[in-house]
Each structure stands twice: as C-alpha cells, then as structure tokens.
C-alpha cells in the first residue's frame, strides 16, 4: 500500500472541507481527528469519512459553521449542548476540551451533546488528554440507526454504543474504543462490499442464527450484529448498551422516540482528573503496578505476549509518523472520489 504523510492528509481534507463550507476552525479539527483514526489503524473510521461528511455538508445534512452551536449551561461540571448536526470531531473535541477545564477545577466535567453529526473514532480523541494526565471517556449512540438486537431478539433496534477511556500510566497508557456490540457496522459493511467472511459468527440472521457472513445482516428482512458476548453471554453487552443509550440519547433528550434520519450521534463525554481525588501520584502508582501486572502475566502463546489496550495503535502511530500511512485501498477510493469532485482534482499524490 502506498503511504501518504500526515501534513499531505492534512492540507488535502482542510481544503475539501473549507470548499464544502465548513469553518477553518472545524476543518481543521475535523480533519486531525480523521487523520489520527488511521494513524492508530482504525482505517473504517479514518479518512475514509471524509467523502460522506462532505456530501453531508453539501446537502445540508451537515454543519461546519461551529457558530451553530447552542449550549446550556447545567451547573458549573455539566454542560448539554445541541450541535445542530455539526462535524461530530469539532463538538466532542471541545465537548472534551470544556470537560477538562471543569475536571482541574472540581475534578470532574461533562457534556451531554445532542444532535452531533457522525464523531468518527472514538480512539483519536483520547492521546492529548491522557498525556495530561486526565481520564477522557467517550460515549456515543446513533438514533437514526439500528443495527444490533436485544438479547433474544431477532429486530435490530439501536447501534454498536461503543465506550472509550483513557487511562493514564507511566509505563503504558491504557486508551480503549470498546463497541458493546460483537463487532462495529463498518466492519460488517467492509466485509460486504470485499464479499469475504467475518472472522466469528457475530452476525445474527433474520431467523434467529448466528452467521460469519455478512451478507446475513443485509438481508430482507434484515439481520442484525449480535451484542458483545455473543449468542452465550450476549446479555452483557446488551446492558451495556442500554447503559450507553441511557447516557447519550436519553440524557440529552433527543434519540430513537424522535425518529431522526441521516447520519448523527449522541455523545456523553466524560473526564476525570486523579489529581483531586486520591492525587496524581497515588493514581500513577496504582495504574503503573496494574499494566506491569497484566504485561508480566505468562502467556498463553509465547510469541503472543499480554499487550494493553491501545498499544498496538499507539505503536502503528509513531510508525506511521515517521514513515507516513499506508492507507488500504477502499480508504483512498473514497478519498479519490472527495478529491475528484472538488477543485483539487488530480491531487492523490502523498
């Protein structure tokens, strides 16, 4: 695959989305976030974004004038703001940003957003605050999709709801981007179109089957992703499902009952600051004997050693800084398209 660097990515999506109407202020963020989703080896919520936040914004689905934004304030931790479907990464970027302004002064901070555009990865968010110390969590629902079923239900009725946090250590952050569903809808969708299996059977067929083809969750009718935990102990992810409807939709008071259409989220953002808890140190200490603990655990397979969330990702990241990303080929079609539909035709060149 050919490797495209950082500063290329950067100034291509920047311009596609100043010409497509968006603020510079939310281009820019908008495309960092993009841009660091790949860099951790999340290519399904990368760049390959970038075409469908541009039609978005074209049609006026989406919003790049991050003065749409309204916000109320709940007391001097909590803020519920309505991002009138702005680029999703502009308003969790400074959902977080808000959060941690407030988590130095009480130790805690949140924001509830209620009709954001699509966030992107959730991973891509959680360096910068991590390295300050703080512990960001991301929660997020789409109310205009369903794609997962109940526990011991055939009929999707809400979306993956993944949760990530970061944890800071001195040895090994921890940064997790957990889906409560078995495996994310663009993963099911990238299958499809490649018409190759899924590694496990986490699809769940309109007859009540679990199936490793991906062809079973768009059938007619249509199937659905199994919770996490799958056909045995998919009660689990189920409940933590609803836990991250409960948080998102329902604590911004705009969700599934409304009956949204096109692409959106709701997000809760969360984070935390250790310093004014037990104290920094204390907290370092505590996560630092954690992460050695699970490192130094024998392994099943020797070549195959404990590793923590996040690793792998941060690895591919400094990798891909230094040598630039080699982005798949479904990724640049999509960027392709954006660019050939726009005033910098003829620019795929990294």
């Known amino acids: 695959m050919k490797r495209y660097t950082t500063a290329w990515l950067e100034d291509v999506l920047v311009t596609l989305f100043i010409e497509a109407g968006a603020s510079r202020e939310v281009s820019e963020i908008t495309s960092k976030i ?31 004038d991050h003065n749409a934004l309204t916000s109320k304030e ?23 940003e808000r959060s941690a302004t407030a988590a130095r002064k009480s130790g805690i901070g949140i924001v509830s957003i ?41 009929s999707p009725v809400y979306t993956p709801n993944p949760i990530a946090m970061g944890i800071p250590s001195r040895v090994q952050p921890i940064m997790m981007d957990v889906s409560m569903s078995t495996v994310t809808n663009g993963s099911v969708a990238k299958a499809h179109a490649e018409s190759t299996m899924l590694a496990h059977p986490v699809i769940l067929t309109n007859t009540g089957l679990a199936s490793a083809d991906p062809a079973d969750f768009f059938s007619d009718p249509k199937g659905s992703i199994l919770p996490l935990g799958g056909i045995e102990f998919g009660h689990k992810g ?18 599934r009952k409304d009956e949204p259409s ?67 080929n479904d990724v640049v079609a999509e960027l392709k398209k954006a660019i050939d539909d726009s005033s910098i035709k003829g620019r795929m060149e990294g």
């Not at 104290?279 to 020797?302: H, M, Q, R, W």
Request: hydrophobic share 40%; glycine share 12%; aromatic share 8%.
């Open 238 to 255: 189920f409940a933590m499902g609803l836990m991250v409807e409960a948080l998102t939709s329902a604590l911004g008071g705009f969700g």
């Open 34 to 64: 993009l841009i660091e989703g790949d860099l951790l080896g999340h290519h399904t919520h990368g760049v390959k974004l970038a075409n469908g936040y541009l039609q978005d914004l074209k049609s006026g689905h989406a919003s790049g």
């Open 114 to 154: 209620k009709r954001s555009h699509h966030i992107a990865c959730l991973a891509a968010y959680l360096q910068t605050f991590v390295e300050q110390g703080l512990m960001p969590i991301i929660m997020t629902s789409d109310p205009a999709v369903k794609s997962v079923a109940p526990f011991g239900g055939k």
């Open 262 to 328: 096109g692409w959106g989220a709701s997000v809760t953002v969360i984070v935390i600051d250790p310093e004014l808890f037990a104290g920094k140190s204390a907290f370092l200490d505590e996560t630092d004997y954690l992460v050695k603990s699970c490192l130094n655990s024998s392994p099943i397979d020797s070549q195959n050693p404990v590793r923590m969330p996040g690793q792998a990702g941060l690895g591919r990241r400094k990798e891909y800084l230094d040598q630039g990303i080699p982005l798949p």
């Open 74 to 96: 709940v007391s001097s931790v909590a803020t519920l703001v309505d991002g009138h479907y702005i680029l999703g990464p502009y308003l969790v970027q400074k959902a977080l």
